[in-house]
């Protein structure tokens, strides 16, 4: 496809559940960004990828938090023992190397009930 | 730390009149910035850049910004609104070489366009 795809597009969880959200992105782009948003606010930075390997994971907010990137194109994020807090938008953005344009998907809704 | 900051949270104006958004960044070398706008529903979707050159840049859907280094600054305009621009609207910057991919937005500001 054209841009970055992540599915599901809508996920609802019960609190303590594992959930995994996915991103496709767009190919040859190198760089792979995950932010979260939470209602009201801006997206905030998770983790980035350059290649196969996480180049800047300081944005995780705890251990729950994990993501991978094996072949250097889909990433999936994951998430253990789910809270009603980490219900947010998960958006997964990718560019052709860092810091330059960012394209985003649409995002995950993560619902935690 | 870099950070942004978008004073306002609403603004309401007329179709066809012009728009100003307020982006004030704090970050210790030459940013990179951005627009962002993201409607109901979608994605984020890239409105202008600054990487360096030129202050006054031009974007898509006919919006500009000018970088303004002395007042840290990063204001999004547009001389004639439509009523398709209602969205909100998302200021970023990403630094050099220390927090490289590493973008910081600011919460939005909803821009609301009265008929």
């Keep these: ?113 | 730390a870099q950070s942004v900051t978008q004073p306002d949270i609403h603004i309401t104006v007329s179709e066809g009149a012009s728009l100003e958004l307020r982006c004030n960044y704090s970050y210790g070398a030459t940013p990179y910035l951005f627009w962002y706008v993201q409607s109901p529903g979608q994605g984020l979707q890239l409105l202008l850049k600054y990487f360096s050159g030129d202050t006054l840049v031009q974007g898509i859907k006919g919006f500009e910004a000018e970088f303004k280094r002395s007042q840290s600054s990063f204001n999004l305009r547009k001389p004639s609104v439509h009523w398709s621009d209602a969205a909100e609207y998302f200021c970023a910057v990403v630094g050099g070489n220390t927090n490289a991919g590493k973008s910081t937005f600011g919460d939005g500001t909803t821009l609301t366009v009265k008929p």
């Design chain 1, 1 to 113: 496809g054209a841009g970055v795809s992540q599915t599901p597009s809508n996920k609802v969880t019960e609190k303590g559940k594992y959930v995994e959200l996915r991103c496709d992105p767009i190919s040859g782009h190198t760089a792979l960004y995950w932010y979260r948003q939470s209602l009201g606010q801006g997206p905030e930075f998770l983790i980035y990828f350059q290649g196969t390997g996480a180049a800047d994971d300081s944005g995780l907010p705890n251990d729950r938090f994990f993501a991978v990137r094996p072949e250097g194109s889909v990433s999936t994020l994951k998430i253990q023992r789910t809270e009603r807090g980490d219900s947010a938008v998960y958006l997964c953005a990718s560019s052709r190397t860092v810091n330059t344009e960012a394209f985003f998907g649409q995002g995950t809704r993560l619902t935690v009930v």
